[in-house]
């Protein structure tokens, strides 16, 4: 067993660091990291989801930072320039850890188990850097649930630095108003019994999942309380399917033993998604174009989201027997969602894209053209499909 060590004798210059993300991340480190890459310098930083940001992990104390995910707790380091966020759907970063983003050292959240270590909260690209060679430090975290499928790390492996007991970033629940409640009822006659659905964190995956009436399996990036409550009116069928967890307590709880969280590898490989039972992804988005284009990650004057694994569930549903559906609001803050031009670059193109679901109904787009499927997005929106999209800063969590 390798003996515990201090952090600061772990970093050398010029050092490539990934931190494991998610609402697990060991943010009781982040200040004796930041301040041992200050003292040797040369330290080059990878981020990955990171659902709130944390003033003790200062970014100006190293040469270099990527984030394999932009979102929440990385928008103001990407818009100043502190952070470089990577155009790469969610999909892509066990290739990037695994070449040019290798790490020399992985800075991760752990449970203690008989014999070694388990990932707690979440498992996302941690294995992929772990077998490219990275030297594993733990933060032994017991407050994580332990929902790892994966096998254990062995104790010699990896060299422990800290041992706390702090909870996961707990992310609300979701308020469900009016509108995503219309929404996730028109999403839901679309769901097949059977079906495995995946569904972002937010307000209209909680909608949809609320909505469903018949039995299906969760296949997806992010596993919420939602899914607690599906598995608690009896329409969840086996274990759910996820790389994180993000939630309330009751989720932790809930998860805490489940064999639930698998590297992204698995969870956003295209070809496992699109074969089987029907995969049915249900995404939003922040607008989208009359050729069916998504942008979910911000608007010309600000970072608000992340790509994530968006292009990864979409293009596979669009490839399955199920369907790749992108469900919105017609309106936000009064302005169509529907726009002639994208405020940012295509996060999910449109050929991905089979069926748009807002309050007002469905549009099907698959078997249309390119004018057929225009006008069948102007037919959903109606008149509010006239104008463009200012979208103000807004808080929340993004989603893989």
């Known amino acids: 067993m390798i003996p515990s060590a201090c952090l600061e004798d772990l970093i050398t210059s010029s050092a490539r660091v990934a931190v494991s993300d998610g609402v697990g991340t060991p943010r009781s480190v982040f200040t004796e990291l930041s301040a041992a890459a200050r003292r040797v310098g040369g330290v080059r930083l990878v981020l990955g989801w990171m659902p709130a940001s944390d003033e003790n992990l200062d970014l100006s104390a190293f040469a270099d930072v990527r984030a394999l995910m932009g979102g929440w707790g990385l928008r103001r380091a990407i818009d100043t ?32 188990v ?31 649930p332990h929902a790892d499928a994966g096998p254990h790390l062995p104790a010699d492996r990896v060299t422990v630095v800290a041992r706390h007991a702090r909870p996961p970033i707990e992310i609300p629940v979701p308020r469900v108003d009016a509108v995503h409640a219309a929404i996730g009822r028109n999403v839901a006659r679309l769901i097949p019994e059977g079906a495995r659905v995946q569904v972002g964190p937010g307000a209209l995956g909680a909608a949809t999942l609320a909505a469903l009436r018949v039995p299906v399996c969760i296949d997806s990036g992010l596993l919420t309380d939602a899914a607690v409550d599906l598995d608690d009116r009896g329409l969840l069928l086996g274990d759910p399917i996820g790389t994180y967890l993000a939630g309330s307590r009751r989720l932790w709880t809930w ?127 109606g008149a509010a499909a006239n104008g463009r999209v200012a979208w103000p800063e807004v808080g929340g969590h993004d989603p893989p």
């Open 81 to 112: 320039g502190q952070a470089h966020y990577l155009p790469a759907a969610l999909g892509a970063a066990p290739a990037l850890v695994r070449g040019p983003l290798r790490p020399d050292v992985l800075i991760a959240s752990v449970v203690a």
């Open 114 to 144: 008989p014999g070694g270590y388990a990932f707690g909260s979440e498992v996302a690209w941690m294995r992929d850097a772990i077998d490219a060679g990275a030297l594993v430090v733990g933060v032994v975290n017991n407050e994580l």
């Open 255 to 381: 998860a805490d033993g489940r064999r639930l969280l698998h590297p992204i590898g698995t969870t956003h490989d295209g070809h496992r998604l699109s074969t089987g039972a029907p995969f049915i992804a249900v995404n939003t988005a922040l607008e989208l174009d009359l050729d069916a284009q998504v942008n979910v990650e911000g608007t010309t004057a600000s970072t608000l989201g992340g790509i994530g694994g968006h292009p990864d569930f979409a293009a596979a549903a669009a490839r399955s027997t199920g369907l790749s559906v992108v469900a919105l609001a017609t309106r936000h803050h009064g302005r169509p969602t529907l726009v002639d031009r994208l405020a940012r670059p295509v996060s999910t193109p449109g050929h991905d894209v089979d069926v748009v679901v807002t309050e007002q109904g469905v549009a099907d787009l698959r078997g249309l053209d390119r004018g057929e499927r225009r006008d069948a997005l102007l037919s959903l929106w």
